[in-house]
């Protein structure tokens, strides 16, 4: 029998056979991630594919390049990906301090383009090459100032040669507009841009902050952490840099596995990262050290987030306008563990009363649901409802 003589060589296989189970259950068993790790996805996906053409916006500086001023912030730029015979267009708006170029942007354009939906992502307002060329330093602590250099953004692009004649005079008939996070609560204030267009309009809002002044005084939180468990913090984020290179091969959930129970730890790193580049707005100067830590520990993010619509009452205003703008076309995905928002904040909003529009699930973080099935058979829906009759 198998079992009668024990050998080095029958243990050795059956601790095989129980290392690729156990490898396989690790690999494939339903997700356990903290909301935290889900959030960390993002920061561990690389883009590998179509990375689009870059347009460059214009700067605001004109009196600055006068005076002999020249910011270290680059040119902001958009993304264009231009697909011929359509008359429709997605535009993305970045998530908070993010790049039009940031990866998981191009992970969430992805759907657009597989769709031969003619794609555009701006940066967001709070990105510091954004900010520091189109917006005055009062404005950048102003949310309505935020929609409205978006606003200005998107007709710019509009009228460069690379889309006024993609469309010719008529321009795109159905405008899709899509966002994550800061993104996704921009994407629908900007409903209001649209208010006197002729475009056809739709929004798939995902994550978005329903209370700005709690995702606020969050990060403020989640930074004031970093800074007292910097060792702990340190450690964790070097685990997930060494995790990244092999993320690919393993799918990034299977490889954050084993941060779950670090969650507090990611936290902070999050909080900590968000803090150092949004300072950039205040210093115009490039992030300094490892990305993570501020120039002063005063930094607060709550002061980015006084002026303008920015409570819940505020965005329960404004989805209720885009609702009637897009004809009832206003999608959102969120999820309960999002830990920018409180309990019962998705109940309170009114994103609740969307019904089969609003898709809520249980777990997904902030940021994990763009990687995730829901994201893509939302955008499904959101091309298919909003088609021509």
Known sequence: MFWDRPSKKKVALVALVLAVLGTLIFAFWPRPLSPMALSYRAPLFSWSGDRGQSLALESKLARDAELGQKPEAPIPTAIWFPFSGSRDLAVLVSGLVGDSSDDLNFQMASEFVKANVPTLILPSPTHWSFAVHRLDRAERESYEASVQSLCEAYKEMLARSELRDFWGAGGPRRVFLVGLSLGARHAVSMARCFEFSKEELSIYAVNPPVDLKYA??????????????????????????????????????????????????????????????????????????????????????????????????????????????????????????????????????????????????????????????????????????????
């Open 216 to 389: 606020g005084k969050t990060i403020d939180r989640l930074n004031r952490g970093f800074n007292e468990n910097r060792a702990r913090s340190y450690l964790v984020g070097l685990f997930m840099t060494m995790v990244k290179p092999v993320a690919w091969f393993l799918s990034v959930d299977t490889a954050l596995r084993p941060l779950t129970p670090f969650s507090h730890e990611l936290g902070w790193l999050a909080g900590a990262s968000f803090a150092a580049r949004m300072e950039r707005l205040v210093t115009e100067r490039p992030l300094a050290g490892n990305g993570v830590e501020t120039r002063s520990v005063e930094f607060s993010f709550d002061r980015f987030m006084q002026s303008g619509p920015v409570t819940i009452e505020d965005f329960m205003e404004e989805l209720a306008f885009a609702r009637s703008r897009t004809k009832d076309q206003t999608y959102v995905l969120h999820a309960e563990d999002d830990f920018l928002i409180r309990s019962d904040d998705l109940l309170k909003s009114g994103l609740l009363a969307l019904g089969k529009k609003a898709t809520i699930m249980k777990t997904g973080g902030h940021g994990g649901l763009a990687f995730e099935p829901p994201y893509k058979q939302g955008v499904a829906r959101l091309l298919e409802g909003s088609a021509a009759p």
